[in-house]
């Protein structure tokens, strides 16, 4: 989408090779490559592997013309890449991922060493590797600083020798990051959100949230509201987009039917980013919910909660082990829910009792004098990427099939 920089470079005398996977613009650059997984002419049959992955088996090729083989780093990395990407966990985006949690004592010791003392990385089941790996993401992630140098590309390139020196930079600009992080989300949380029952614009006028934290915001608000959420900011003369998508709404459909009032856009199906121009603003939001509102009966599927398999007690503590069989998760490769009913705080289930017991607290505290009781609840639940139980929703057992105590909709996996 830079064809006057290419251009540039080409009176320079430089080959320019481009890697990408994102959306093949009208008319390609002049580059003396361009290799993408989604050109029109191309053969590879996994047109969503991950911008990481086109990388790696650019390398991969060139190594194998020139008869050297590739550091088994690489191929670590590139699993770390794919899982920031977000990118769609099947096919071979997959396949690079399983093969570096299932050969991770194998891995090069130098990436896992280099952390040691800041992550635990010794003997890890899958729930640790997952940490292990979104911990590193997190450092890596927050390692641009406010005049442009990346510290997280700059511990890339560096030699073994050199990459210690930088962990500490990189320890300080995430601690930075995460401030921002939650400030973030102070601001959206006190801010007044145009939350529609289909979407959600959110222009940031006060200039709150930094570019790099466009997306972050984006999924906060997607994720806690169930609907496509886009982030504007100004940018001198034009307007900068940010966009996310909750389940069964996609994104590059919804901006190719706004395409002719952007100047670019590009991304996938659950995230994306544009430019417009400031005039065309208003259009493009008339435009965008106007598409929404066809898509109305997708978005609202989206906010229903779809339960795997309804489980008995005796069966959650042998869940983390099951749910490892199947693993890795990602977009497309949802970690599943469960259901499991009549459960009580007197359970004796360390893994989710303190959960419970807070829930009841919190129903006995509306009640009044002698009914105050021991409540039997109906639990909705999935596991986060370090092991621990997360309620989706709850009701009492007690209660009708469809009645939600929490605010998101109570499915069972029939309905």
Known sequence: SSPEGIEQLNELGCDVIITDHHLIPHALPHAYAVVNPKREDSRYPDKMLAGVGVVYFLAATIAEKLSVRLPDKYLFWTAVGTIADKANMIGVNRIICSI????WGRMPDRPLSLWSNYLDARNPDYFQKTA?????????????????????????????YKQREVVSDLIAHKSKYEQNMAKACSELTHDVLQVEDLLCFYFDEKDNIPYELMGFSGNYICNKYKVPTIIFKRKKDTITGEAKAPEYFDLIDALSYCEDLLIQFGGHSKAAGFILETSKLAAFKKCFREYAVSCKELIEAGKAINIDVEVDKEEIKTLPMVVSVFSPYGEQAKMPTFLCRNLSSKDKLPEIRHILAAIEKQNNAAKRGSNKDQTLLDVVFSYKNNGKITIIDYKRSTDNEKTAINKVRYYSNEN
Request: aromatic share 12%.
């Open 132 to 160: 292990y790996v979104n911990n590193l993401i997190r450092l890596l992630s927050s390692g641009r600083s406010g005049k442009g140098e990346n510290v997280a590309l700059y511990f890339l390139l560096s030699p073994d």
């Open 100 to 103: 570096v949690f299932d050969n």
